[in-house]
């Protein structure tokens, strides 16, 4: 299909964008000629908003002036702080304010997890991954499965696209399960896969799940701030995310985590527990054994970075203003852009490896690169344009539509293909 690819239909695109003005809530980094970069890569570290520094210098002024005594007397006190965060985090992720909290980090969040919920019998112990998982996740997972007394050979089951494709398709997750499900005691995959920018049907891959008696947990690493989706509704036992992708909270940012209401006071399960993770009416009496709170809040370990979750709040507020509905349906035509562009060069230099149904992927794009290497990368680079590699051969790109234009994803097209040679 052809398509209009003048700067000004670009520029004309940004004219008649709604959310065209959050851009200027955000630093854009500069390129070495002092001018703003392209930055397409909120999919590995999103941009600062202004108001940040802000929220963190209250925080900063209150320690100064108020010392332990912030916890109580602080503009925000410190001890309910993350509650702040509970409704924003709620909304953006479909769920009730009791089944999320924000807490520790990813990798250690998704251990919590799996303390709880993957509970293996003699029959069933296996756990479902993508081959392709982010190393984290398969370093988590399989140490995990080690830790309990099981073999990642005997216990841990890899999906892999068909040979010759990219994404794994969503019927053969589907056979898996119906046929090994009664196997399975823990189906765990990426909302967004990292490498292809591969969006999976949570709710399908959790209903085809429970029907088999698993247990269904994703890592919304990708996925977060990025796809619009409904935990609560589609029955996810659990889900964590880091909070510096997507949503904006700043490099090693304090991460998030769900836990579905019908867990929310469920005795049986084990967990590693902390005293933050206790009931608050009694934390104090600093008695030797653990109460925990209902709900997500119940398996907070420890007291959270303040300065960290302040950050994040100067994003979860823009993101409440926008709303994810709004951004979503602003990405889906962003990326669409990107690729109608891209296709207008199609040659057999890159490949688009991401999924084409907007409805299976987010603002990411991969492209497969047939040689230029990194190399295409540091010169794109060189150029004022931030995307990143991801060896062996894959540049990954992001529009993110808070803070990206139509105007970027031009320059960056023109860029790309000038780069290519
Ligand atoms: C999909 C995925 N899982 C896990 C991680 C690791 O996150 P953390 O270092 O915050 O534990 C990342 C980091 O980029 C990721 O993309």
């Not at 299909?1 to 520029?11: G, H, L, P």
């Not at 509970?119 to 984290?136: D, G, L, Y």
């Not at 203003?321 to 040659?347: C, F, M, P, V, W």
Request: charged share 20%; hydrophobic share 40%; with cysteine.
């Amino acid at each position: 299909m052809s398509i209009d690819t003048s700067t000004e239909y670009a520029a004309s695109l940004d004219a008649r964008d709604p959310l065209a003005n959050y851009r200027a809530q955000f630093h854009i980094p500069r390129a070495e000629n002092g001018e703003e970069a392209i930055y397409l890569c909120g999919h590995s570290l999103g941009l600062q908003p202004k108001r940040a520094r802000e929220y963190i210098e209250q925080e900063m002024k209150d320690w100064q002036d108020l010392g332990v005594e912030g916890h109580f007397r602080g503009r925000h006190p410190w001890m309910p702080y993350h509650r702040l965060l509970t409704d924003q985090t709620a909304r953006l992720v479909g769920a009730k304010p009791i089944e999320v909290v924000v807490m520790n980090s990813l990798t250690v969040n998704l251990h919590l997890m799996m303390v709880s919920f993957y509970r293996p019998t003699a029959q069933r112990h296996k756990i479902v991954i993508e081959a392709s998982a982010f190393p984290s996740d398969q370093y988590a997972v399989k140490t995990h499965l080690l830790s309990r007394g099981y073999h990642p050979e005997e216990s841990l089951i890899e999906l892999t696209p068909r040979p010759g494709e990219s994404a794994i398709r969503e019927e053969d997750i589907q056979s898996l399960i119906a046929r090994e499900g009664h196997l399975i005691a823990l189906i765990m995959l990426g909302g967004v896969n990292y490498s292809t920018g591969q969006a999976f049907d949570m709710a399908a891959v959790t209903a085809a799940g429970h029907k088999k008696g698993c247990v269904v947990g994703f890592d919304l690493a990708h996925a977060a701030g990025n796809l619009q989706f409904q935990l609560h509704d589609w029955n996810v036992d659990f889900a964590v995310w880091c909070s510096y992708k997507y949503l904006n909270g700043g490099p090693g940012c304090i991460a998030g985590c769900f836990v579905h209401e019908r867990h929310a006071n469920d005795p049986r399960l084990p967990r590693y527990a902390g005293w933050w993770g206790h009931d608050e009416q009694t934390r104090f009496q600093m008695g030797p054994n653990f109460h925990p709170q209902s709900g997500a809040d119940g398996w907070q370990l420890s007291n959270p970075s303040i300065l960290s979750m302040a950050a994040l709040r100067a994003s979860m507020d823009i993101f409440d203003d926008a709303g994810i509905a709004n951004l979503r349906q602003k990405s889906i035509a962003l990326t669409g852009y990107l690729e109608s562009l891209l296709d207008q060069h199609a040659s057999d230099k890159f490949t688009i490896i991401t999924p084409r149904d907007p409805e299976r992927r987010g603002a990411q794009l991969s492209l497969r690169i047939a040689k230029a290497g990194r190399a295409l990368r540091n010169r794109l680079l060189h150029e004022g344009i931030m995307c990143d590699w991801r060896e062996p051969d894959i540049l990954r790109v992001a529009p993110v539509p808070l803070y990206n234009s139509y105007t970027d994803v031009h320059r960056f097209v023109s860029a790309f293909i000038a780069a290519l040679g």
